[in-house]
């Protein structure tokens, strides 16, 4: 019997019976926490070192989220395996063997959580609606154990966990939600069981024609969540047609993590280069950086360029919005792609409507912020390329394409809300 170390009395299951035999296999093992965990690291690595007599070191920086999966750095330190506590799989292939921890709530707390999100989902649902339930991978399970019961019994609303892959059923992040708008058996709205509202501003996003909800584990309560969409469209369109203006153009590769595509990179360095050799007014550079901030991005270039486009998570620049430095703003892949490579996006001049970098069309230092009211006004459909493709891990949610290879041809294609966008790469197949 593994009993868990007694300094130690966490809300959340460290799940030792499947970490002690995975370590047991290795002489040097990393262990990788989330913000929450990470002053406890000391303990569980000293603990699981006498346990299993083995090295256990902890990578003192926060994992925060399932793409920043430490394998490689690792290895480079020796290790022969990684333990990466606080989240299920999202990397399919890692370069040493690692272990995902979900960190999941104990089942006596769960167990409250779970009576008060059945009794307020009764309450605001009927039996005939359709509700799909998102997660996180800390409360998954205890969800997976109960909407079953819930279903068996004929006053509930008919509850079901959306497939997510490469995630567990019905578990989304901040990047990768899916799209539950052409669902044949109409969704009527969509729960979110989460602990704050960073995932659920990708469901809104994600699912644009349906409500969304939040639970609140904490607090108990269920709120309707909004953002503001067309007027955020409109936002995000006004920063593609301003990147179009821009002389000095950069583009970042995320190294933390796997959280960068190296795939997704080399496309745009291609696109950005077609672009700057029919603009040649404009200059483009190539930069990488493990932490994506307002000091490293102006610390890299002395050519100081104006727009930034961010291959990395994707909520960098959708959060931030212009908020980052007032010398430049910073765009997705996605944007990139719809600036520098789709001449068929008409984006009108007066839509950019300052030439200074410190006025935008919305002025806020937090665009979900600031956005998080309800329009009366349906979005009109030339804006629906301009909501940001929060879509999948598969389809580009962190900046992750299909790429198709075919004789020495190379197709990289990003899936939006209206449809799929390739380039084609073939600089990067030789
Ligand atoms: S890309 Fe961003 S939102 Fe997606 S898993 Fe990584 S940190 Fe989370």
Known sequence: MIRPPPELSLPFDLDYIAVVPFIKQFSIVCLQFPEGLLQHSTFIARYLSEVTNVECIVLGDVAYGSCNIADIYAH?????????????????????????????????????????????????????????????????????????????????????????????????????????SGETDPVTAIVCYVDGRFQ?????????????????????????????????ARFRRSLVGKSRKQKRIGIVFSTLGRQGHSETFRSLVTVVRRWCKIHPDCS???????????????????????????????????????????????????????????????????????????????????????LNAESSEPIPQPLIPFIPAINNWNCGGCGNPRVQRDNGSCKVTFCFQDGDRSVDIEEICH
């Open 76 to 180: 480079s330190l020796g290790a022969e395996g990684l333990v990466h506590y606080g989240h299920n799989p999202l990397v399919s292939k890692t370069v040493i063997p690692t272990l995902y921890i979900p960190c999941k709530y104990k089942d006596d707390q769960e167990t409250v959580n779970m009576e008060a999100f059945s009794r307020l989902v009764q309450t605001k649902f009927s039996p005939a609606d359709r509700i799909a339930i998102l997660t996180t991978a800390q409360h998954s399970s205890a969800l997976k154990a109960l909407l079953p019961q819930l279903s068996e019994q004929s006053m509930y609303p008919r509850l079901f966990m959306p497939p997510n892959h490469p995630l567990p059923d019905g578990e989304f992040l901040g990047c990768t939600c899916p799209c539950l």
């Open 200 to 232: 659920t501003d990708s469901a809104i996003i994600a699912n644009p024609t349906i409500p969304v909800f939040r639970f609140d584990p904490q607090f108990h309560q269920l709120t309707h969540e909004t953002i503001d969409l067309p007027k955020y």
């Open 284 to 370: 483009f550079v190539e930069a990488a950086l493990d932490e994506i901030t307002s000091d490293g991005l102006n610390a890299v270039s002395a050519d100081r360029p104006t727009v930034w486009i961010i291959v990395g998570c994707p909520r960098l620049g959708l959060d931030w919005g212009t908020s980052l430095n007032s010398n430049f703003f910073v765009i997705t892949p996605h944007e990139a792609l719809l600036a520098f490579n789709d001449d068929s996006l008409d984006i009108p001049d007066d839509l950019i409507q300052h030439d200074d970098l410190n006025g935008d069309i919305v002025d806020f230092s937090h665009s979900f912020d600031s």
